[in-house]
């Protein structure tokens, strides 16, 4: 997944995409997500995009995001057209990491041309919420069994109106080539 990323922000560098990346994860609870660990993955991975730290989360609740990695692709107007998949590949299932899906969207979009409205939810390890921070959107495994997780997670994704970043919906804030609060670049 770093890789595709990688190859990503280096396919795009110098075209009219901006990407950023956001960690929401817990960094007390899960080391491998602070700030500092962050930065030595995106030095080593060579990312050519800003990588950023939501410390409180609240980027990650705004955007109804669920899991690691979530995407989402805003068009110039900063109006949602794609909140999917990087690609089919899932651990185990022997489909190559392509970036497919979120690549045919990219391309889309700097042609000027409609993203197929046919997206598919990502899938991964949810967010690391803090202890009591957790949106109410989000089930923990915890609280429950894993079938009324998938169950829960499965009705989010069908209830439009529960998500406010659907394609079409517009993004409020501005993209900034460096991080800025609630963010904290790493």
């Not at 700030?35 to 080593?44: D, E, G, H, I």
């Not at 045919?104 to 939810?121: C, F, G, S, T, V």
Request: proline content about 9%; some cysteine.
């Amino acid at each position: 997944m770093k890789q595709a990323l990688t190859t990503l922000g280096q396919e795009y560098q110098g075209t009219d995409l901006g990407i950023v990346a956001i960690s929401a994860n817990d960094a007390a609870a899960y080391a491998q997500d602070a700030p500092a660990s962050l930065k030595a993955m995106a030095a080593a991975e060579s990312f050519t995009f800003p990588l950023c730290y939501d410390e409180t989360q609240s980027m990650a609740k705004a955007y109804t995001a669920a899991c690691t990695p979530d995407f989402f692709l805003f068009d110039q107007q900063r109006k949602l057209v794609y909140r999917g998949q990087l690609d089919a590949s899932r651990p185990g299932n022997q489909i190559p990491v392509t970036g497919k899906d979120l690549r045919a969207a990219i391309e889309a979009i700097l042609a000027d041309q409609p993203i197929n409205p046919a997206q598919k939810a990502s899938l991964g390890c949810n967010i690391k919420w803090k202890q009591g921070n957790e949106p109410p959107y989000f089930l923990s495994p915890s609280n429950s069994t894993m079938r009324s997780t998938f169950c829960q997670l499965l009705s989010r994704l069908l209830q439009p109106a529960r998500r406010p970043w659907l394609p079409g919906s517009r993004w409020p804030f501005r993209l900034f080539p460096k991080c800025h609060p609630p963010f904290v670049q790493v």
